[in-house]
């Protein structure tokens, strides 16, 4: 009998132990009742917006974004060189991940990442169509980039980070893909300036980036603004 209570101790520690993470959760969130664009869910302020669907692959590879989002000046500010392991995360279609390939070459490679296996597969048929074999195709979940610990030298986020159900786990997640002294990329459409023709929920402030990235071990690096719809903000992993 004198088994009984110390049983009854340790489940309840492995219960408490299990709700912990969903506690924390709860705390960190607040819900209410979604705008049309947004899913009613609050992160430091800012209501998280819902994600745009496999269904829209066309719009990601549509033949005007090369010259309205000047992708050229952003893998400029990427710094990107020969070797490099990067983790594109968010990758859709894979249209940024098919850019870097090329110029992580030779000996480096891209992990593209999403969420959305119906995405994987426009992805995969992509880099297979254009005879890439640097580009590794990774499903991802809502919490985790399931990718391997301090694997990664450089993330890059492109108009995704505004889109994550559970933004301080992914991040967190993709803190512990970095390498020491990695570094991690948002490009957001900038809520700043209102001519830039996206919907309100799917751009993002310097500010707003800046608050949600201090939240982690990131110490800001530079805010590249040459782009003509988006923020580049680049951060270094710290520890």
């Not at 607040?30 to 664009?37: A, G, I, L, Q």
């Not at 869910?41 to 998280?48: A, F, L, N, P, Q």
Request: proline content about 6%; some cysteine.
């Amino acid at each position: 009998m004198t088994r009984l209570p110390a049983l009854f101790f340790t489940c309840a520690l492995l219960i408490g132990a299990a709700a912990a993470p969903v506690a924390a959760q709860s705390e960190r969130y607040v819900e209410r009742s979604p705008s049309r664009d947004g899913i009613g869910k609050v992160y430091m302020g800012r209501e998280i917006s819902a994600v745009m669907g496999w269904q829209g692959a066309g719009w990601l590879e549509r033949s005007e974004r090369a010259q309205e989002e000047r992708t050229d000046l952003l893998l400029m500010a990427l710094a990107l060189k020969p070797g490099m392991v990067v983790a594109d995360i968010g990758a859709g279609t894979g249209y940024l991940s098919r850019r870097i390939a090329g110029l992580v070459a030779p000996g480096g490679k891209v992990l593209a990442v999403d969420v959305q296996p119906q995405m994987i597969e426009v992805l995969d048929r992509l880099v297979r169509r254009n005879g890439l074999k640097n580009i590794e195709p990774r499903l991802g979940s809502e919490t985790d980039v399931n990718l391997p610990p301090q694997s990664v030298d450089l993330a890059v986020m492109v108009d995704v980070y505004h889109e994550l159900t559970y933004p301080y786990e992914v991040l967190a997640s993709v803190l512990q893909a970095l390498k020491p002294g990695g570094e991690v990329v948002f490009v957001e459409y900038k809520a700043e300036d209102p001519a830039v023709p996206i919907k309100p929920l799917h751009k993002m402030s310097e500010a707003q980036i800046r608050r949600e990235a201090a939240a982690h071990a990131l110490e800001w690096v530079r805010t590249e603004t040459g782009l003509p719809w988006q923020h580049v903000v680049v951060f270094r992993k710290t520890r």
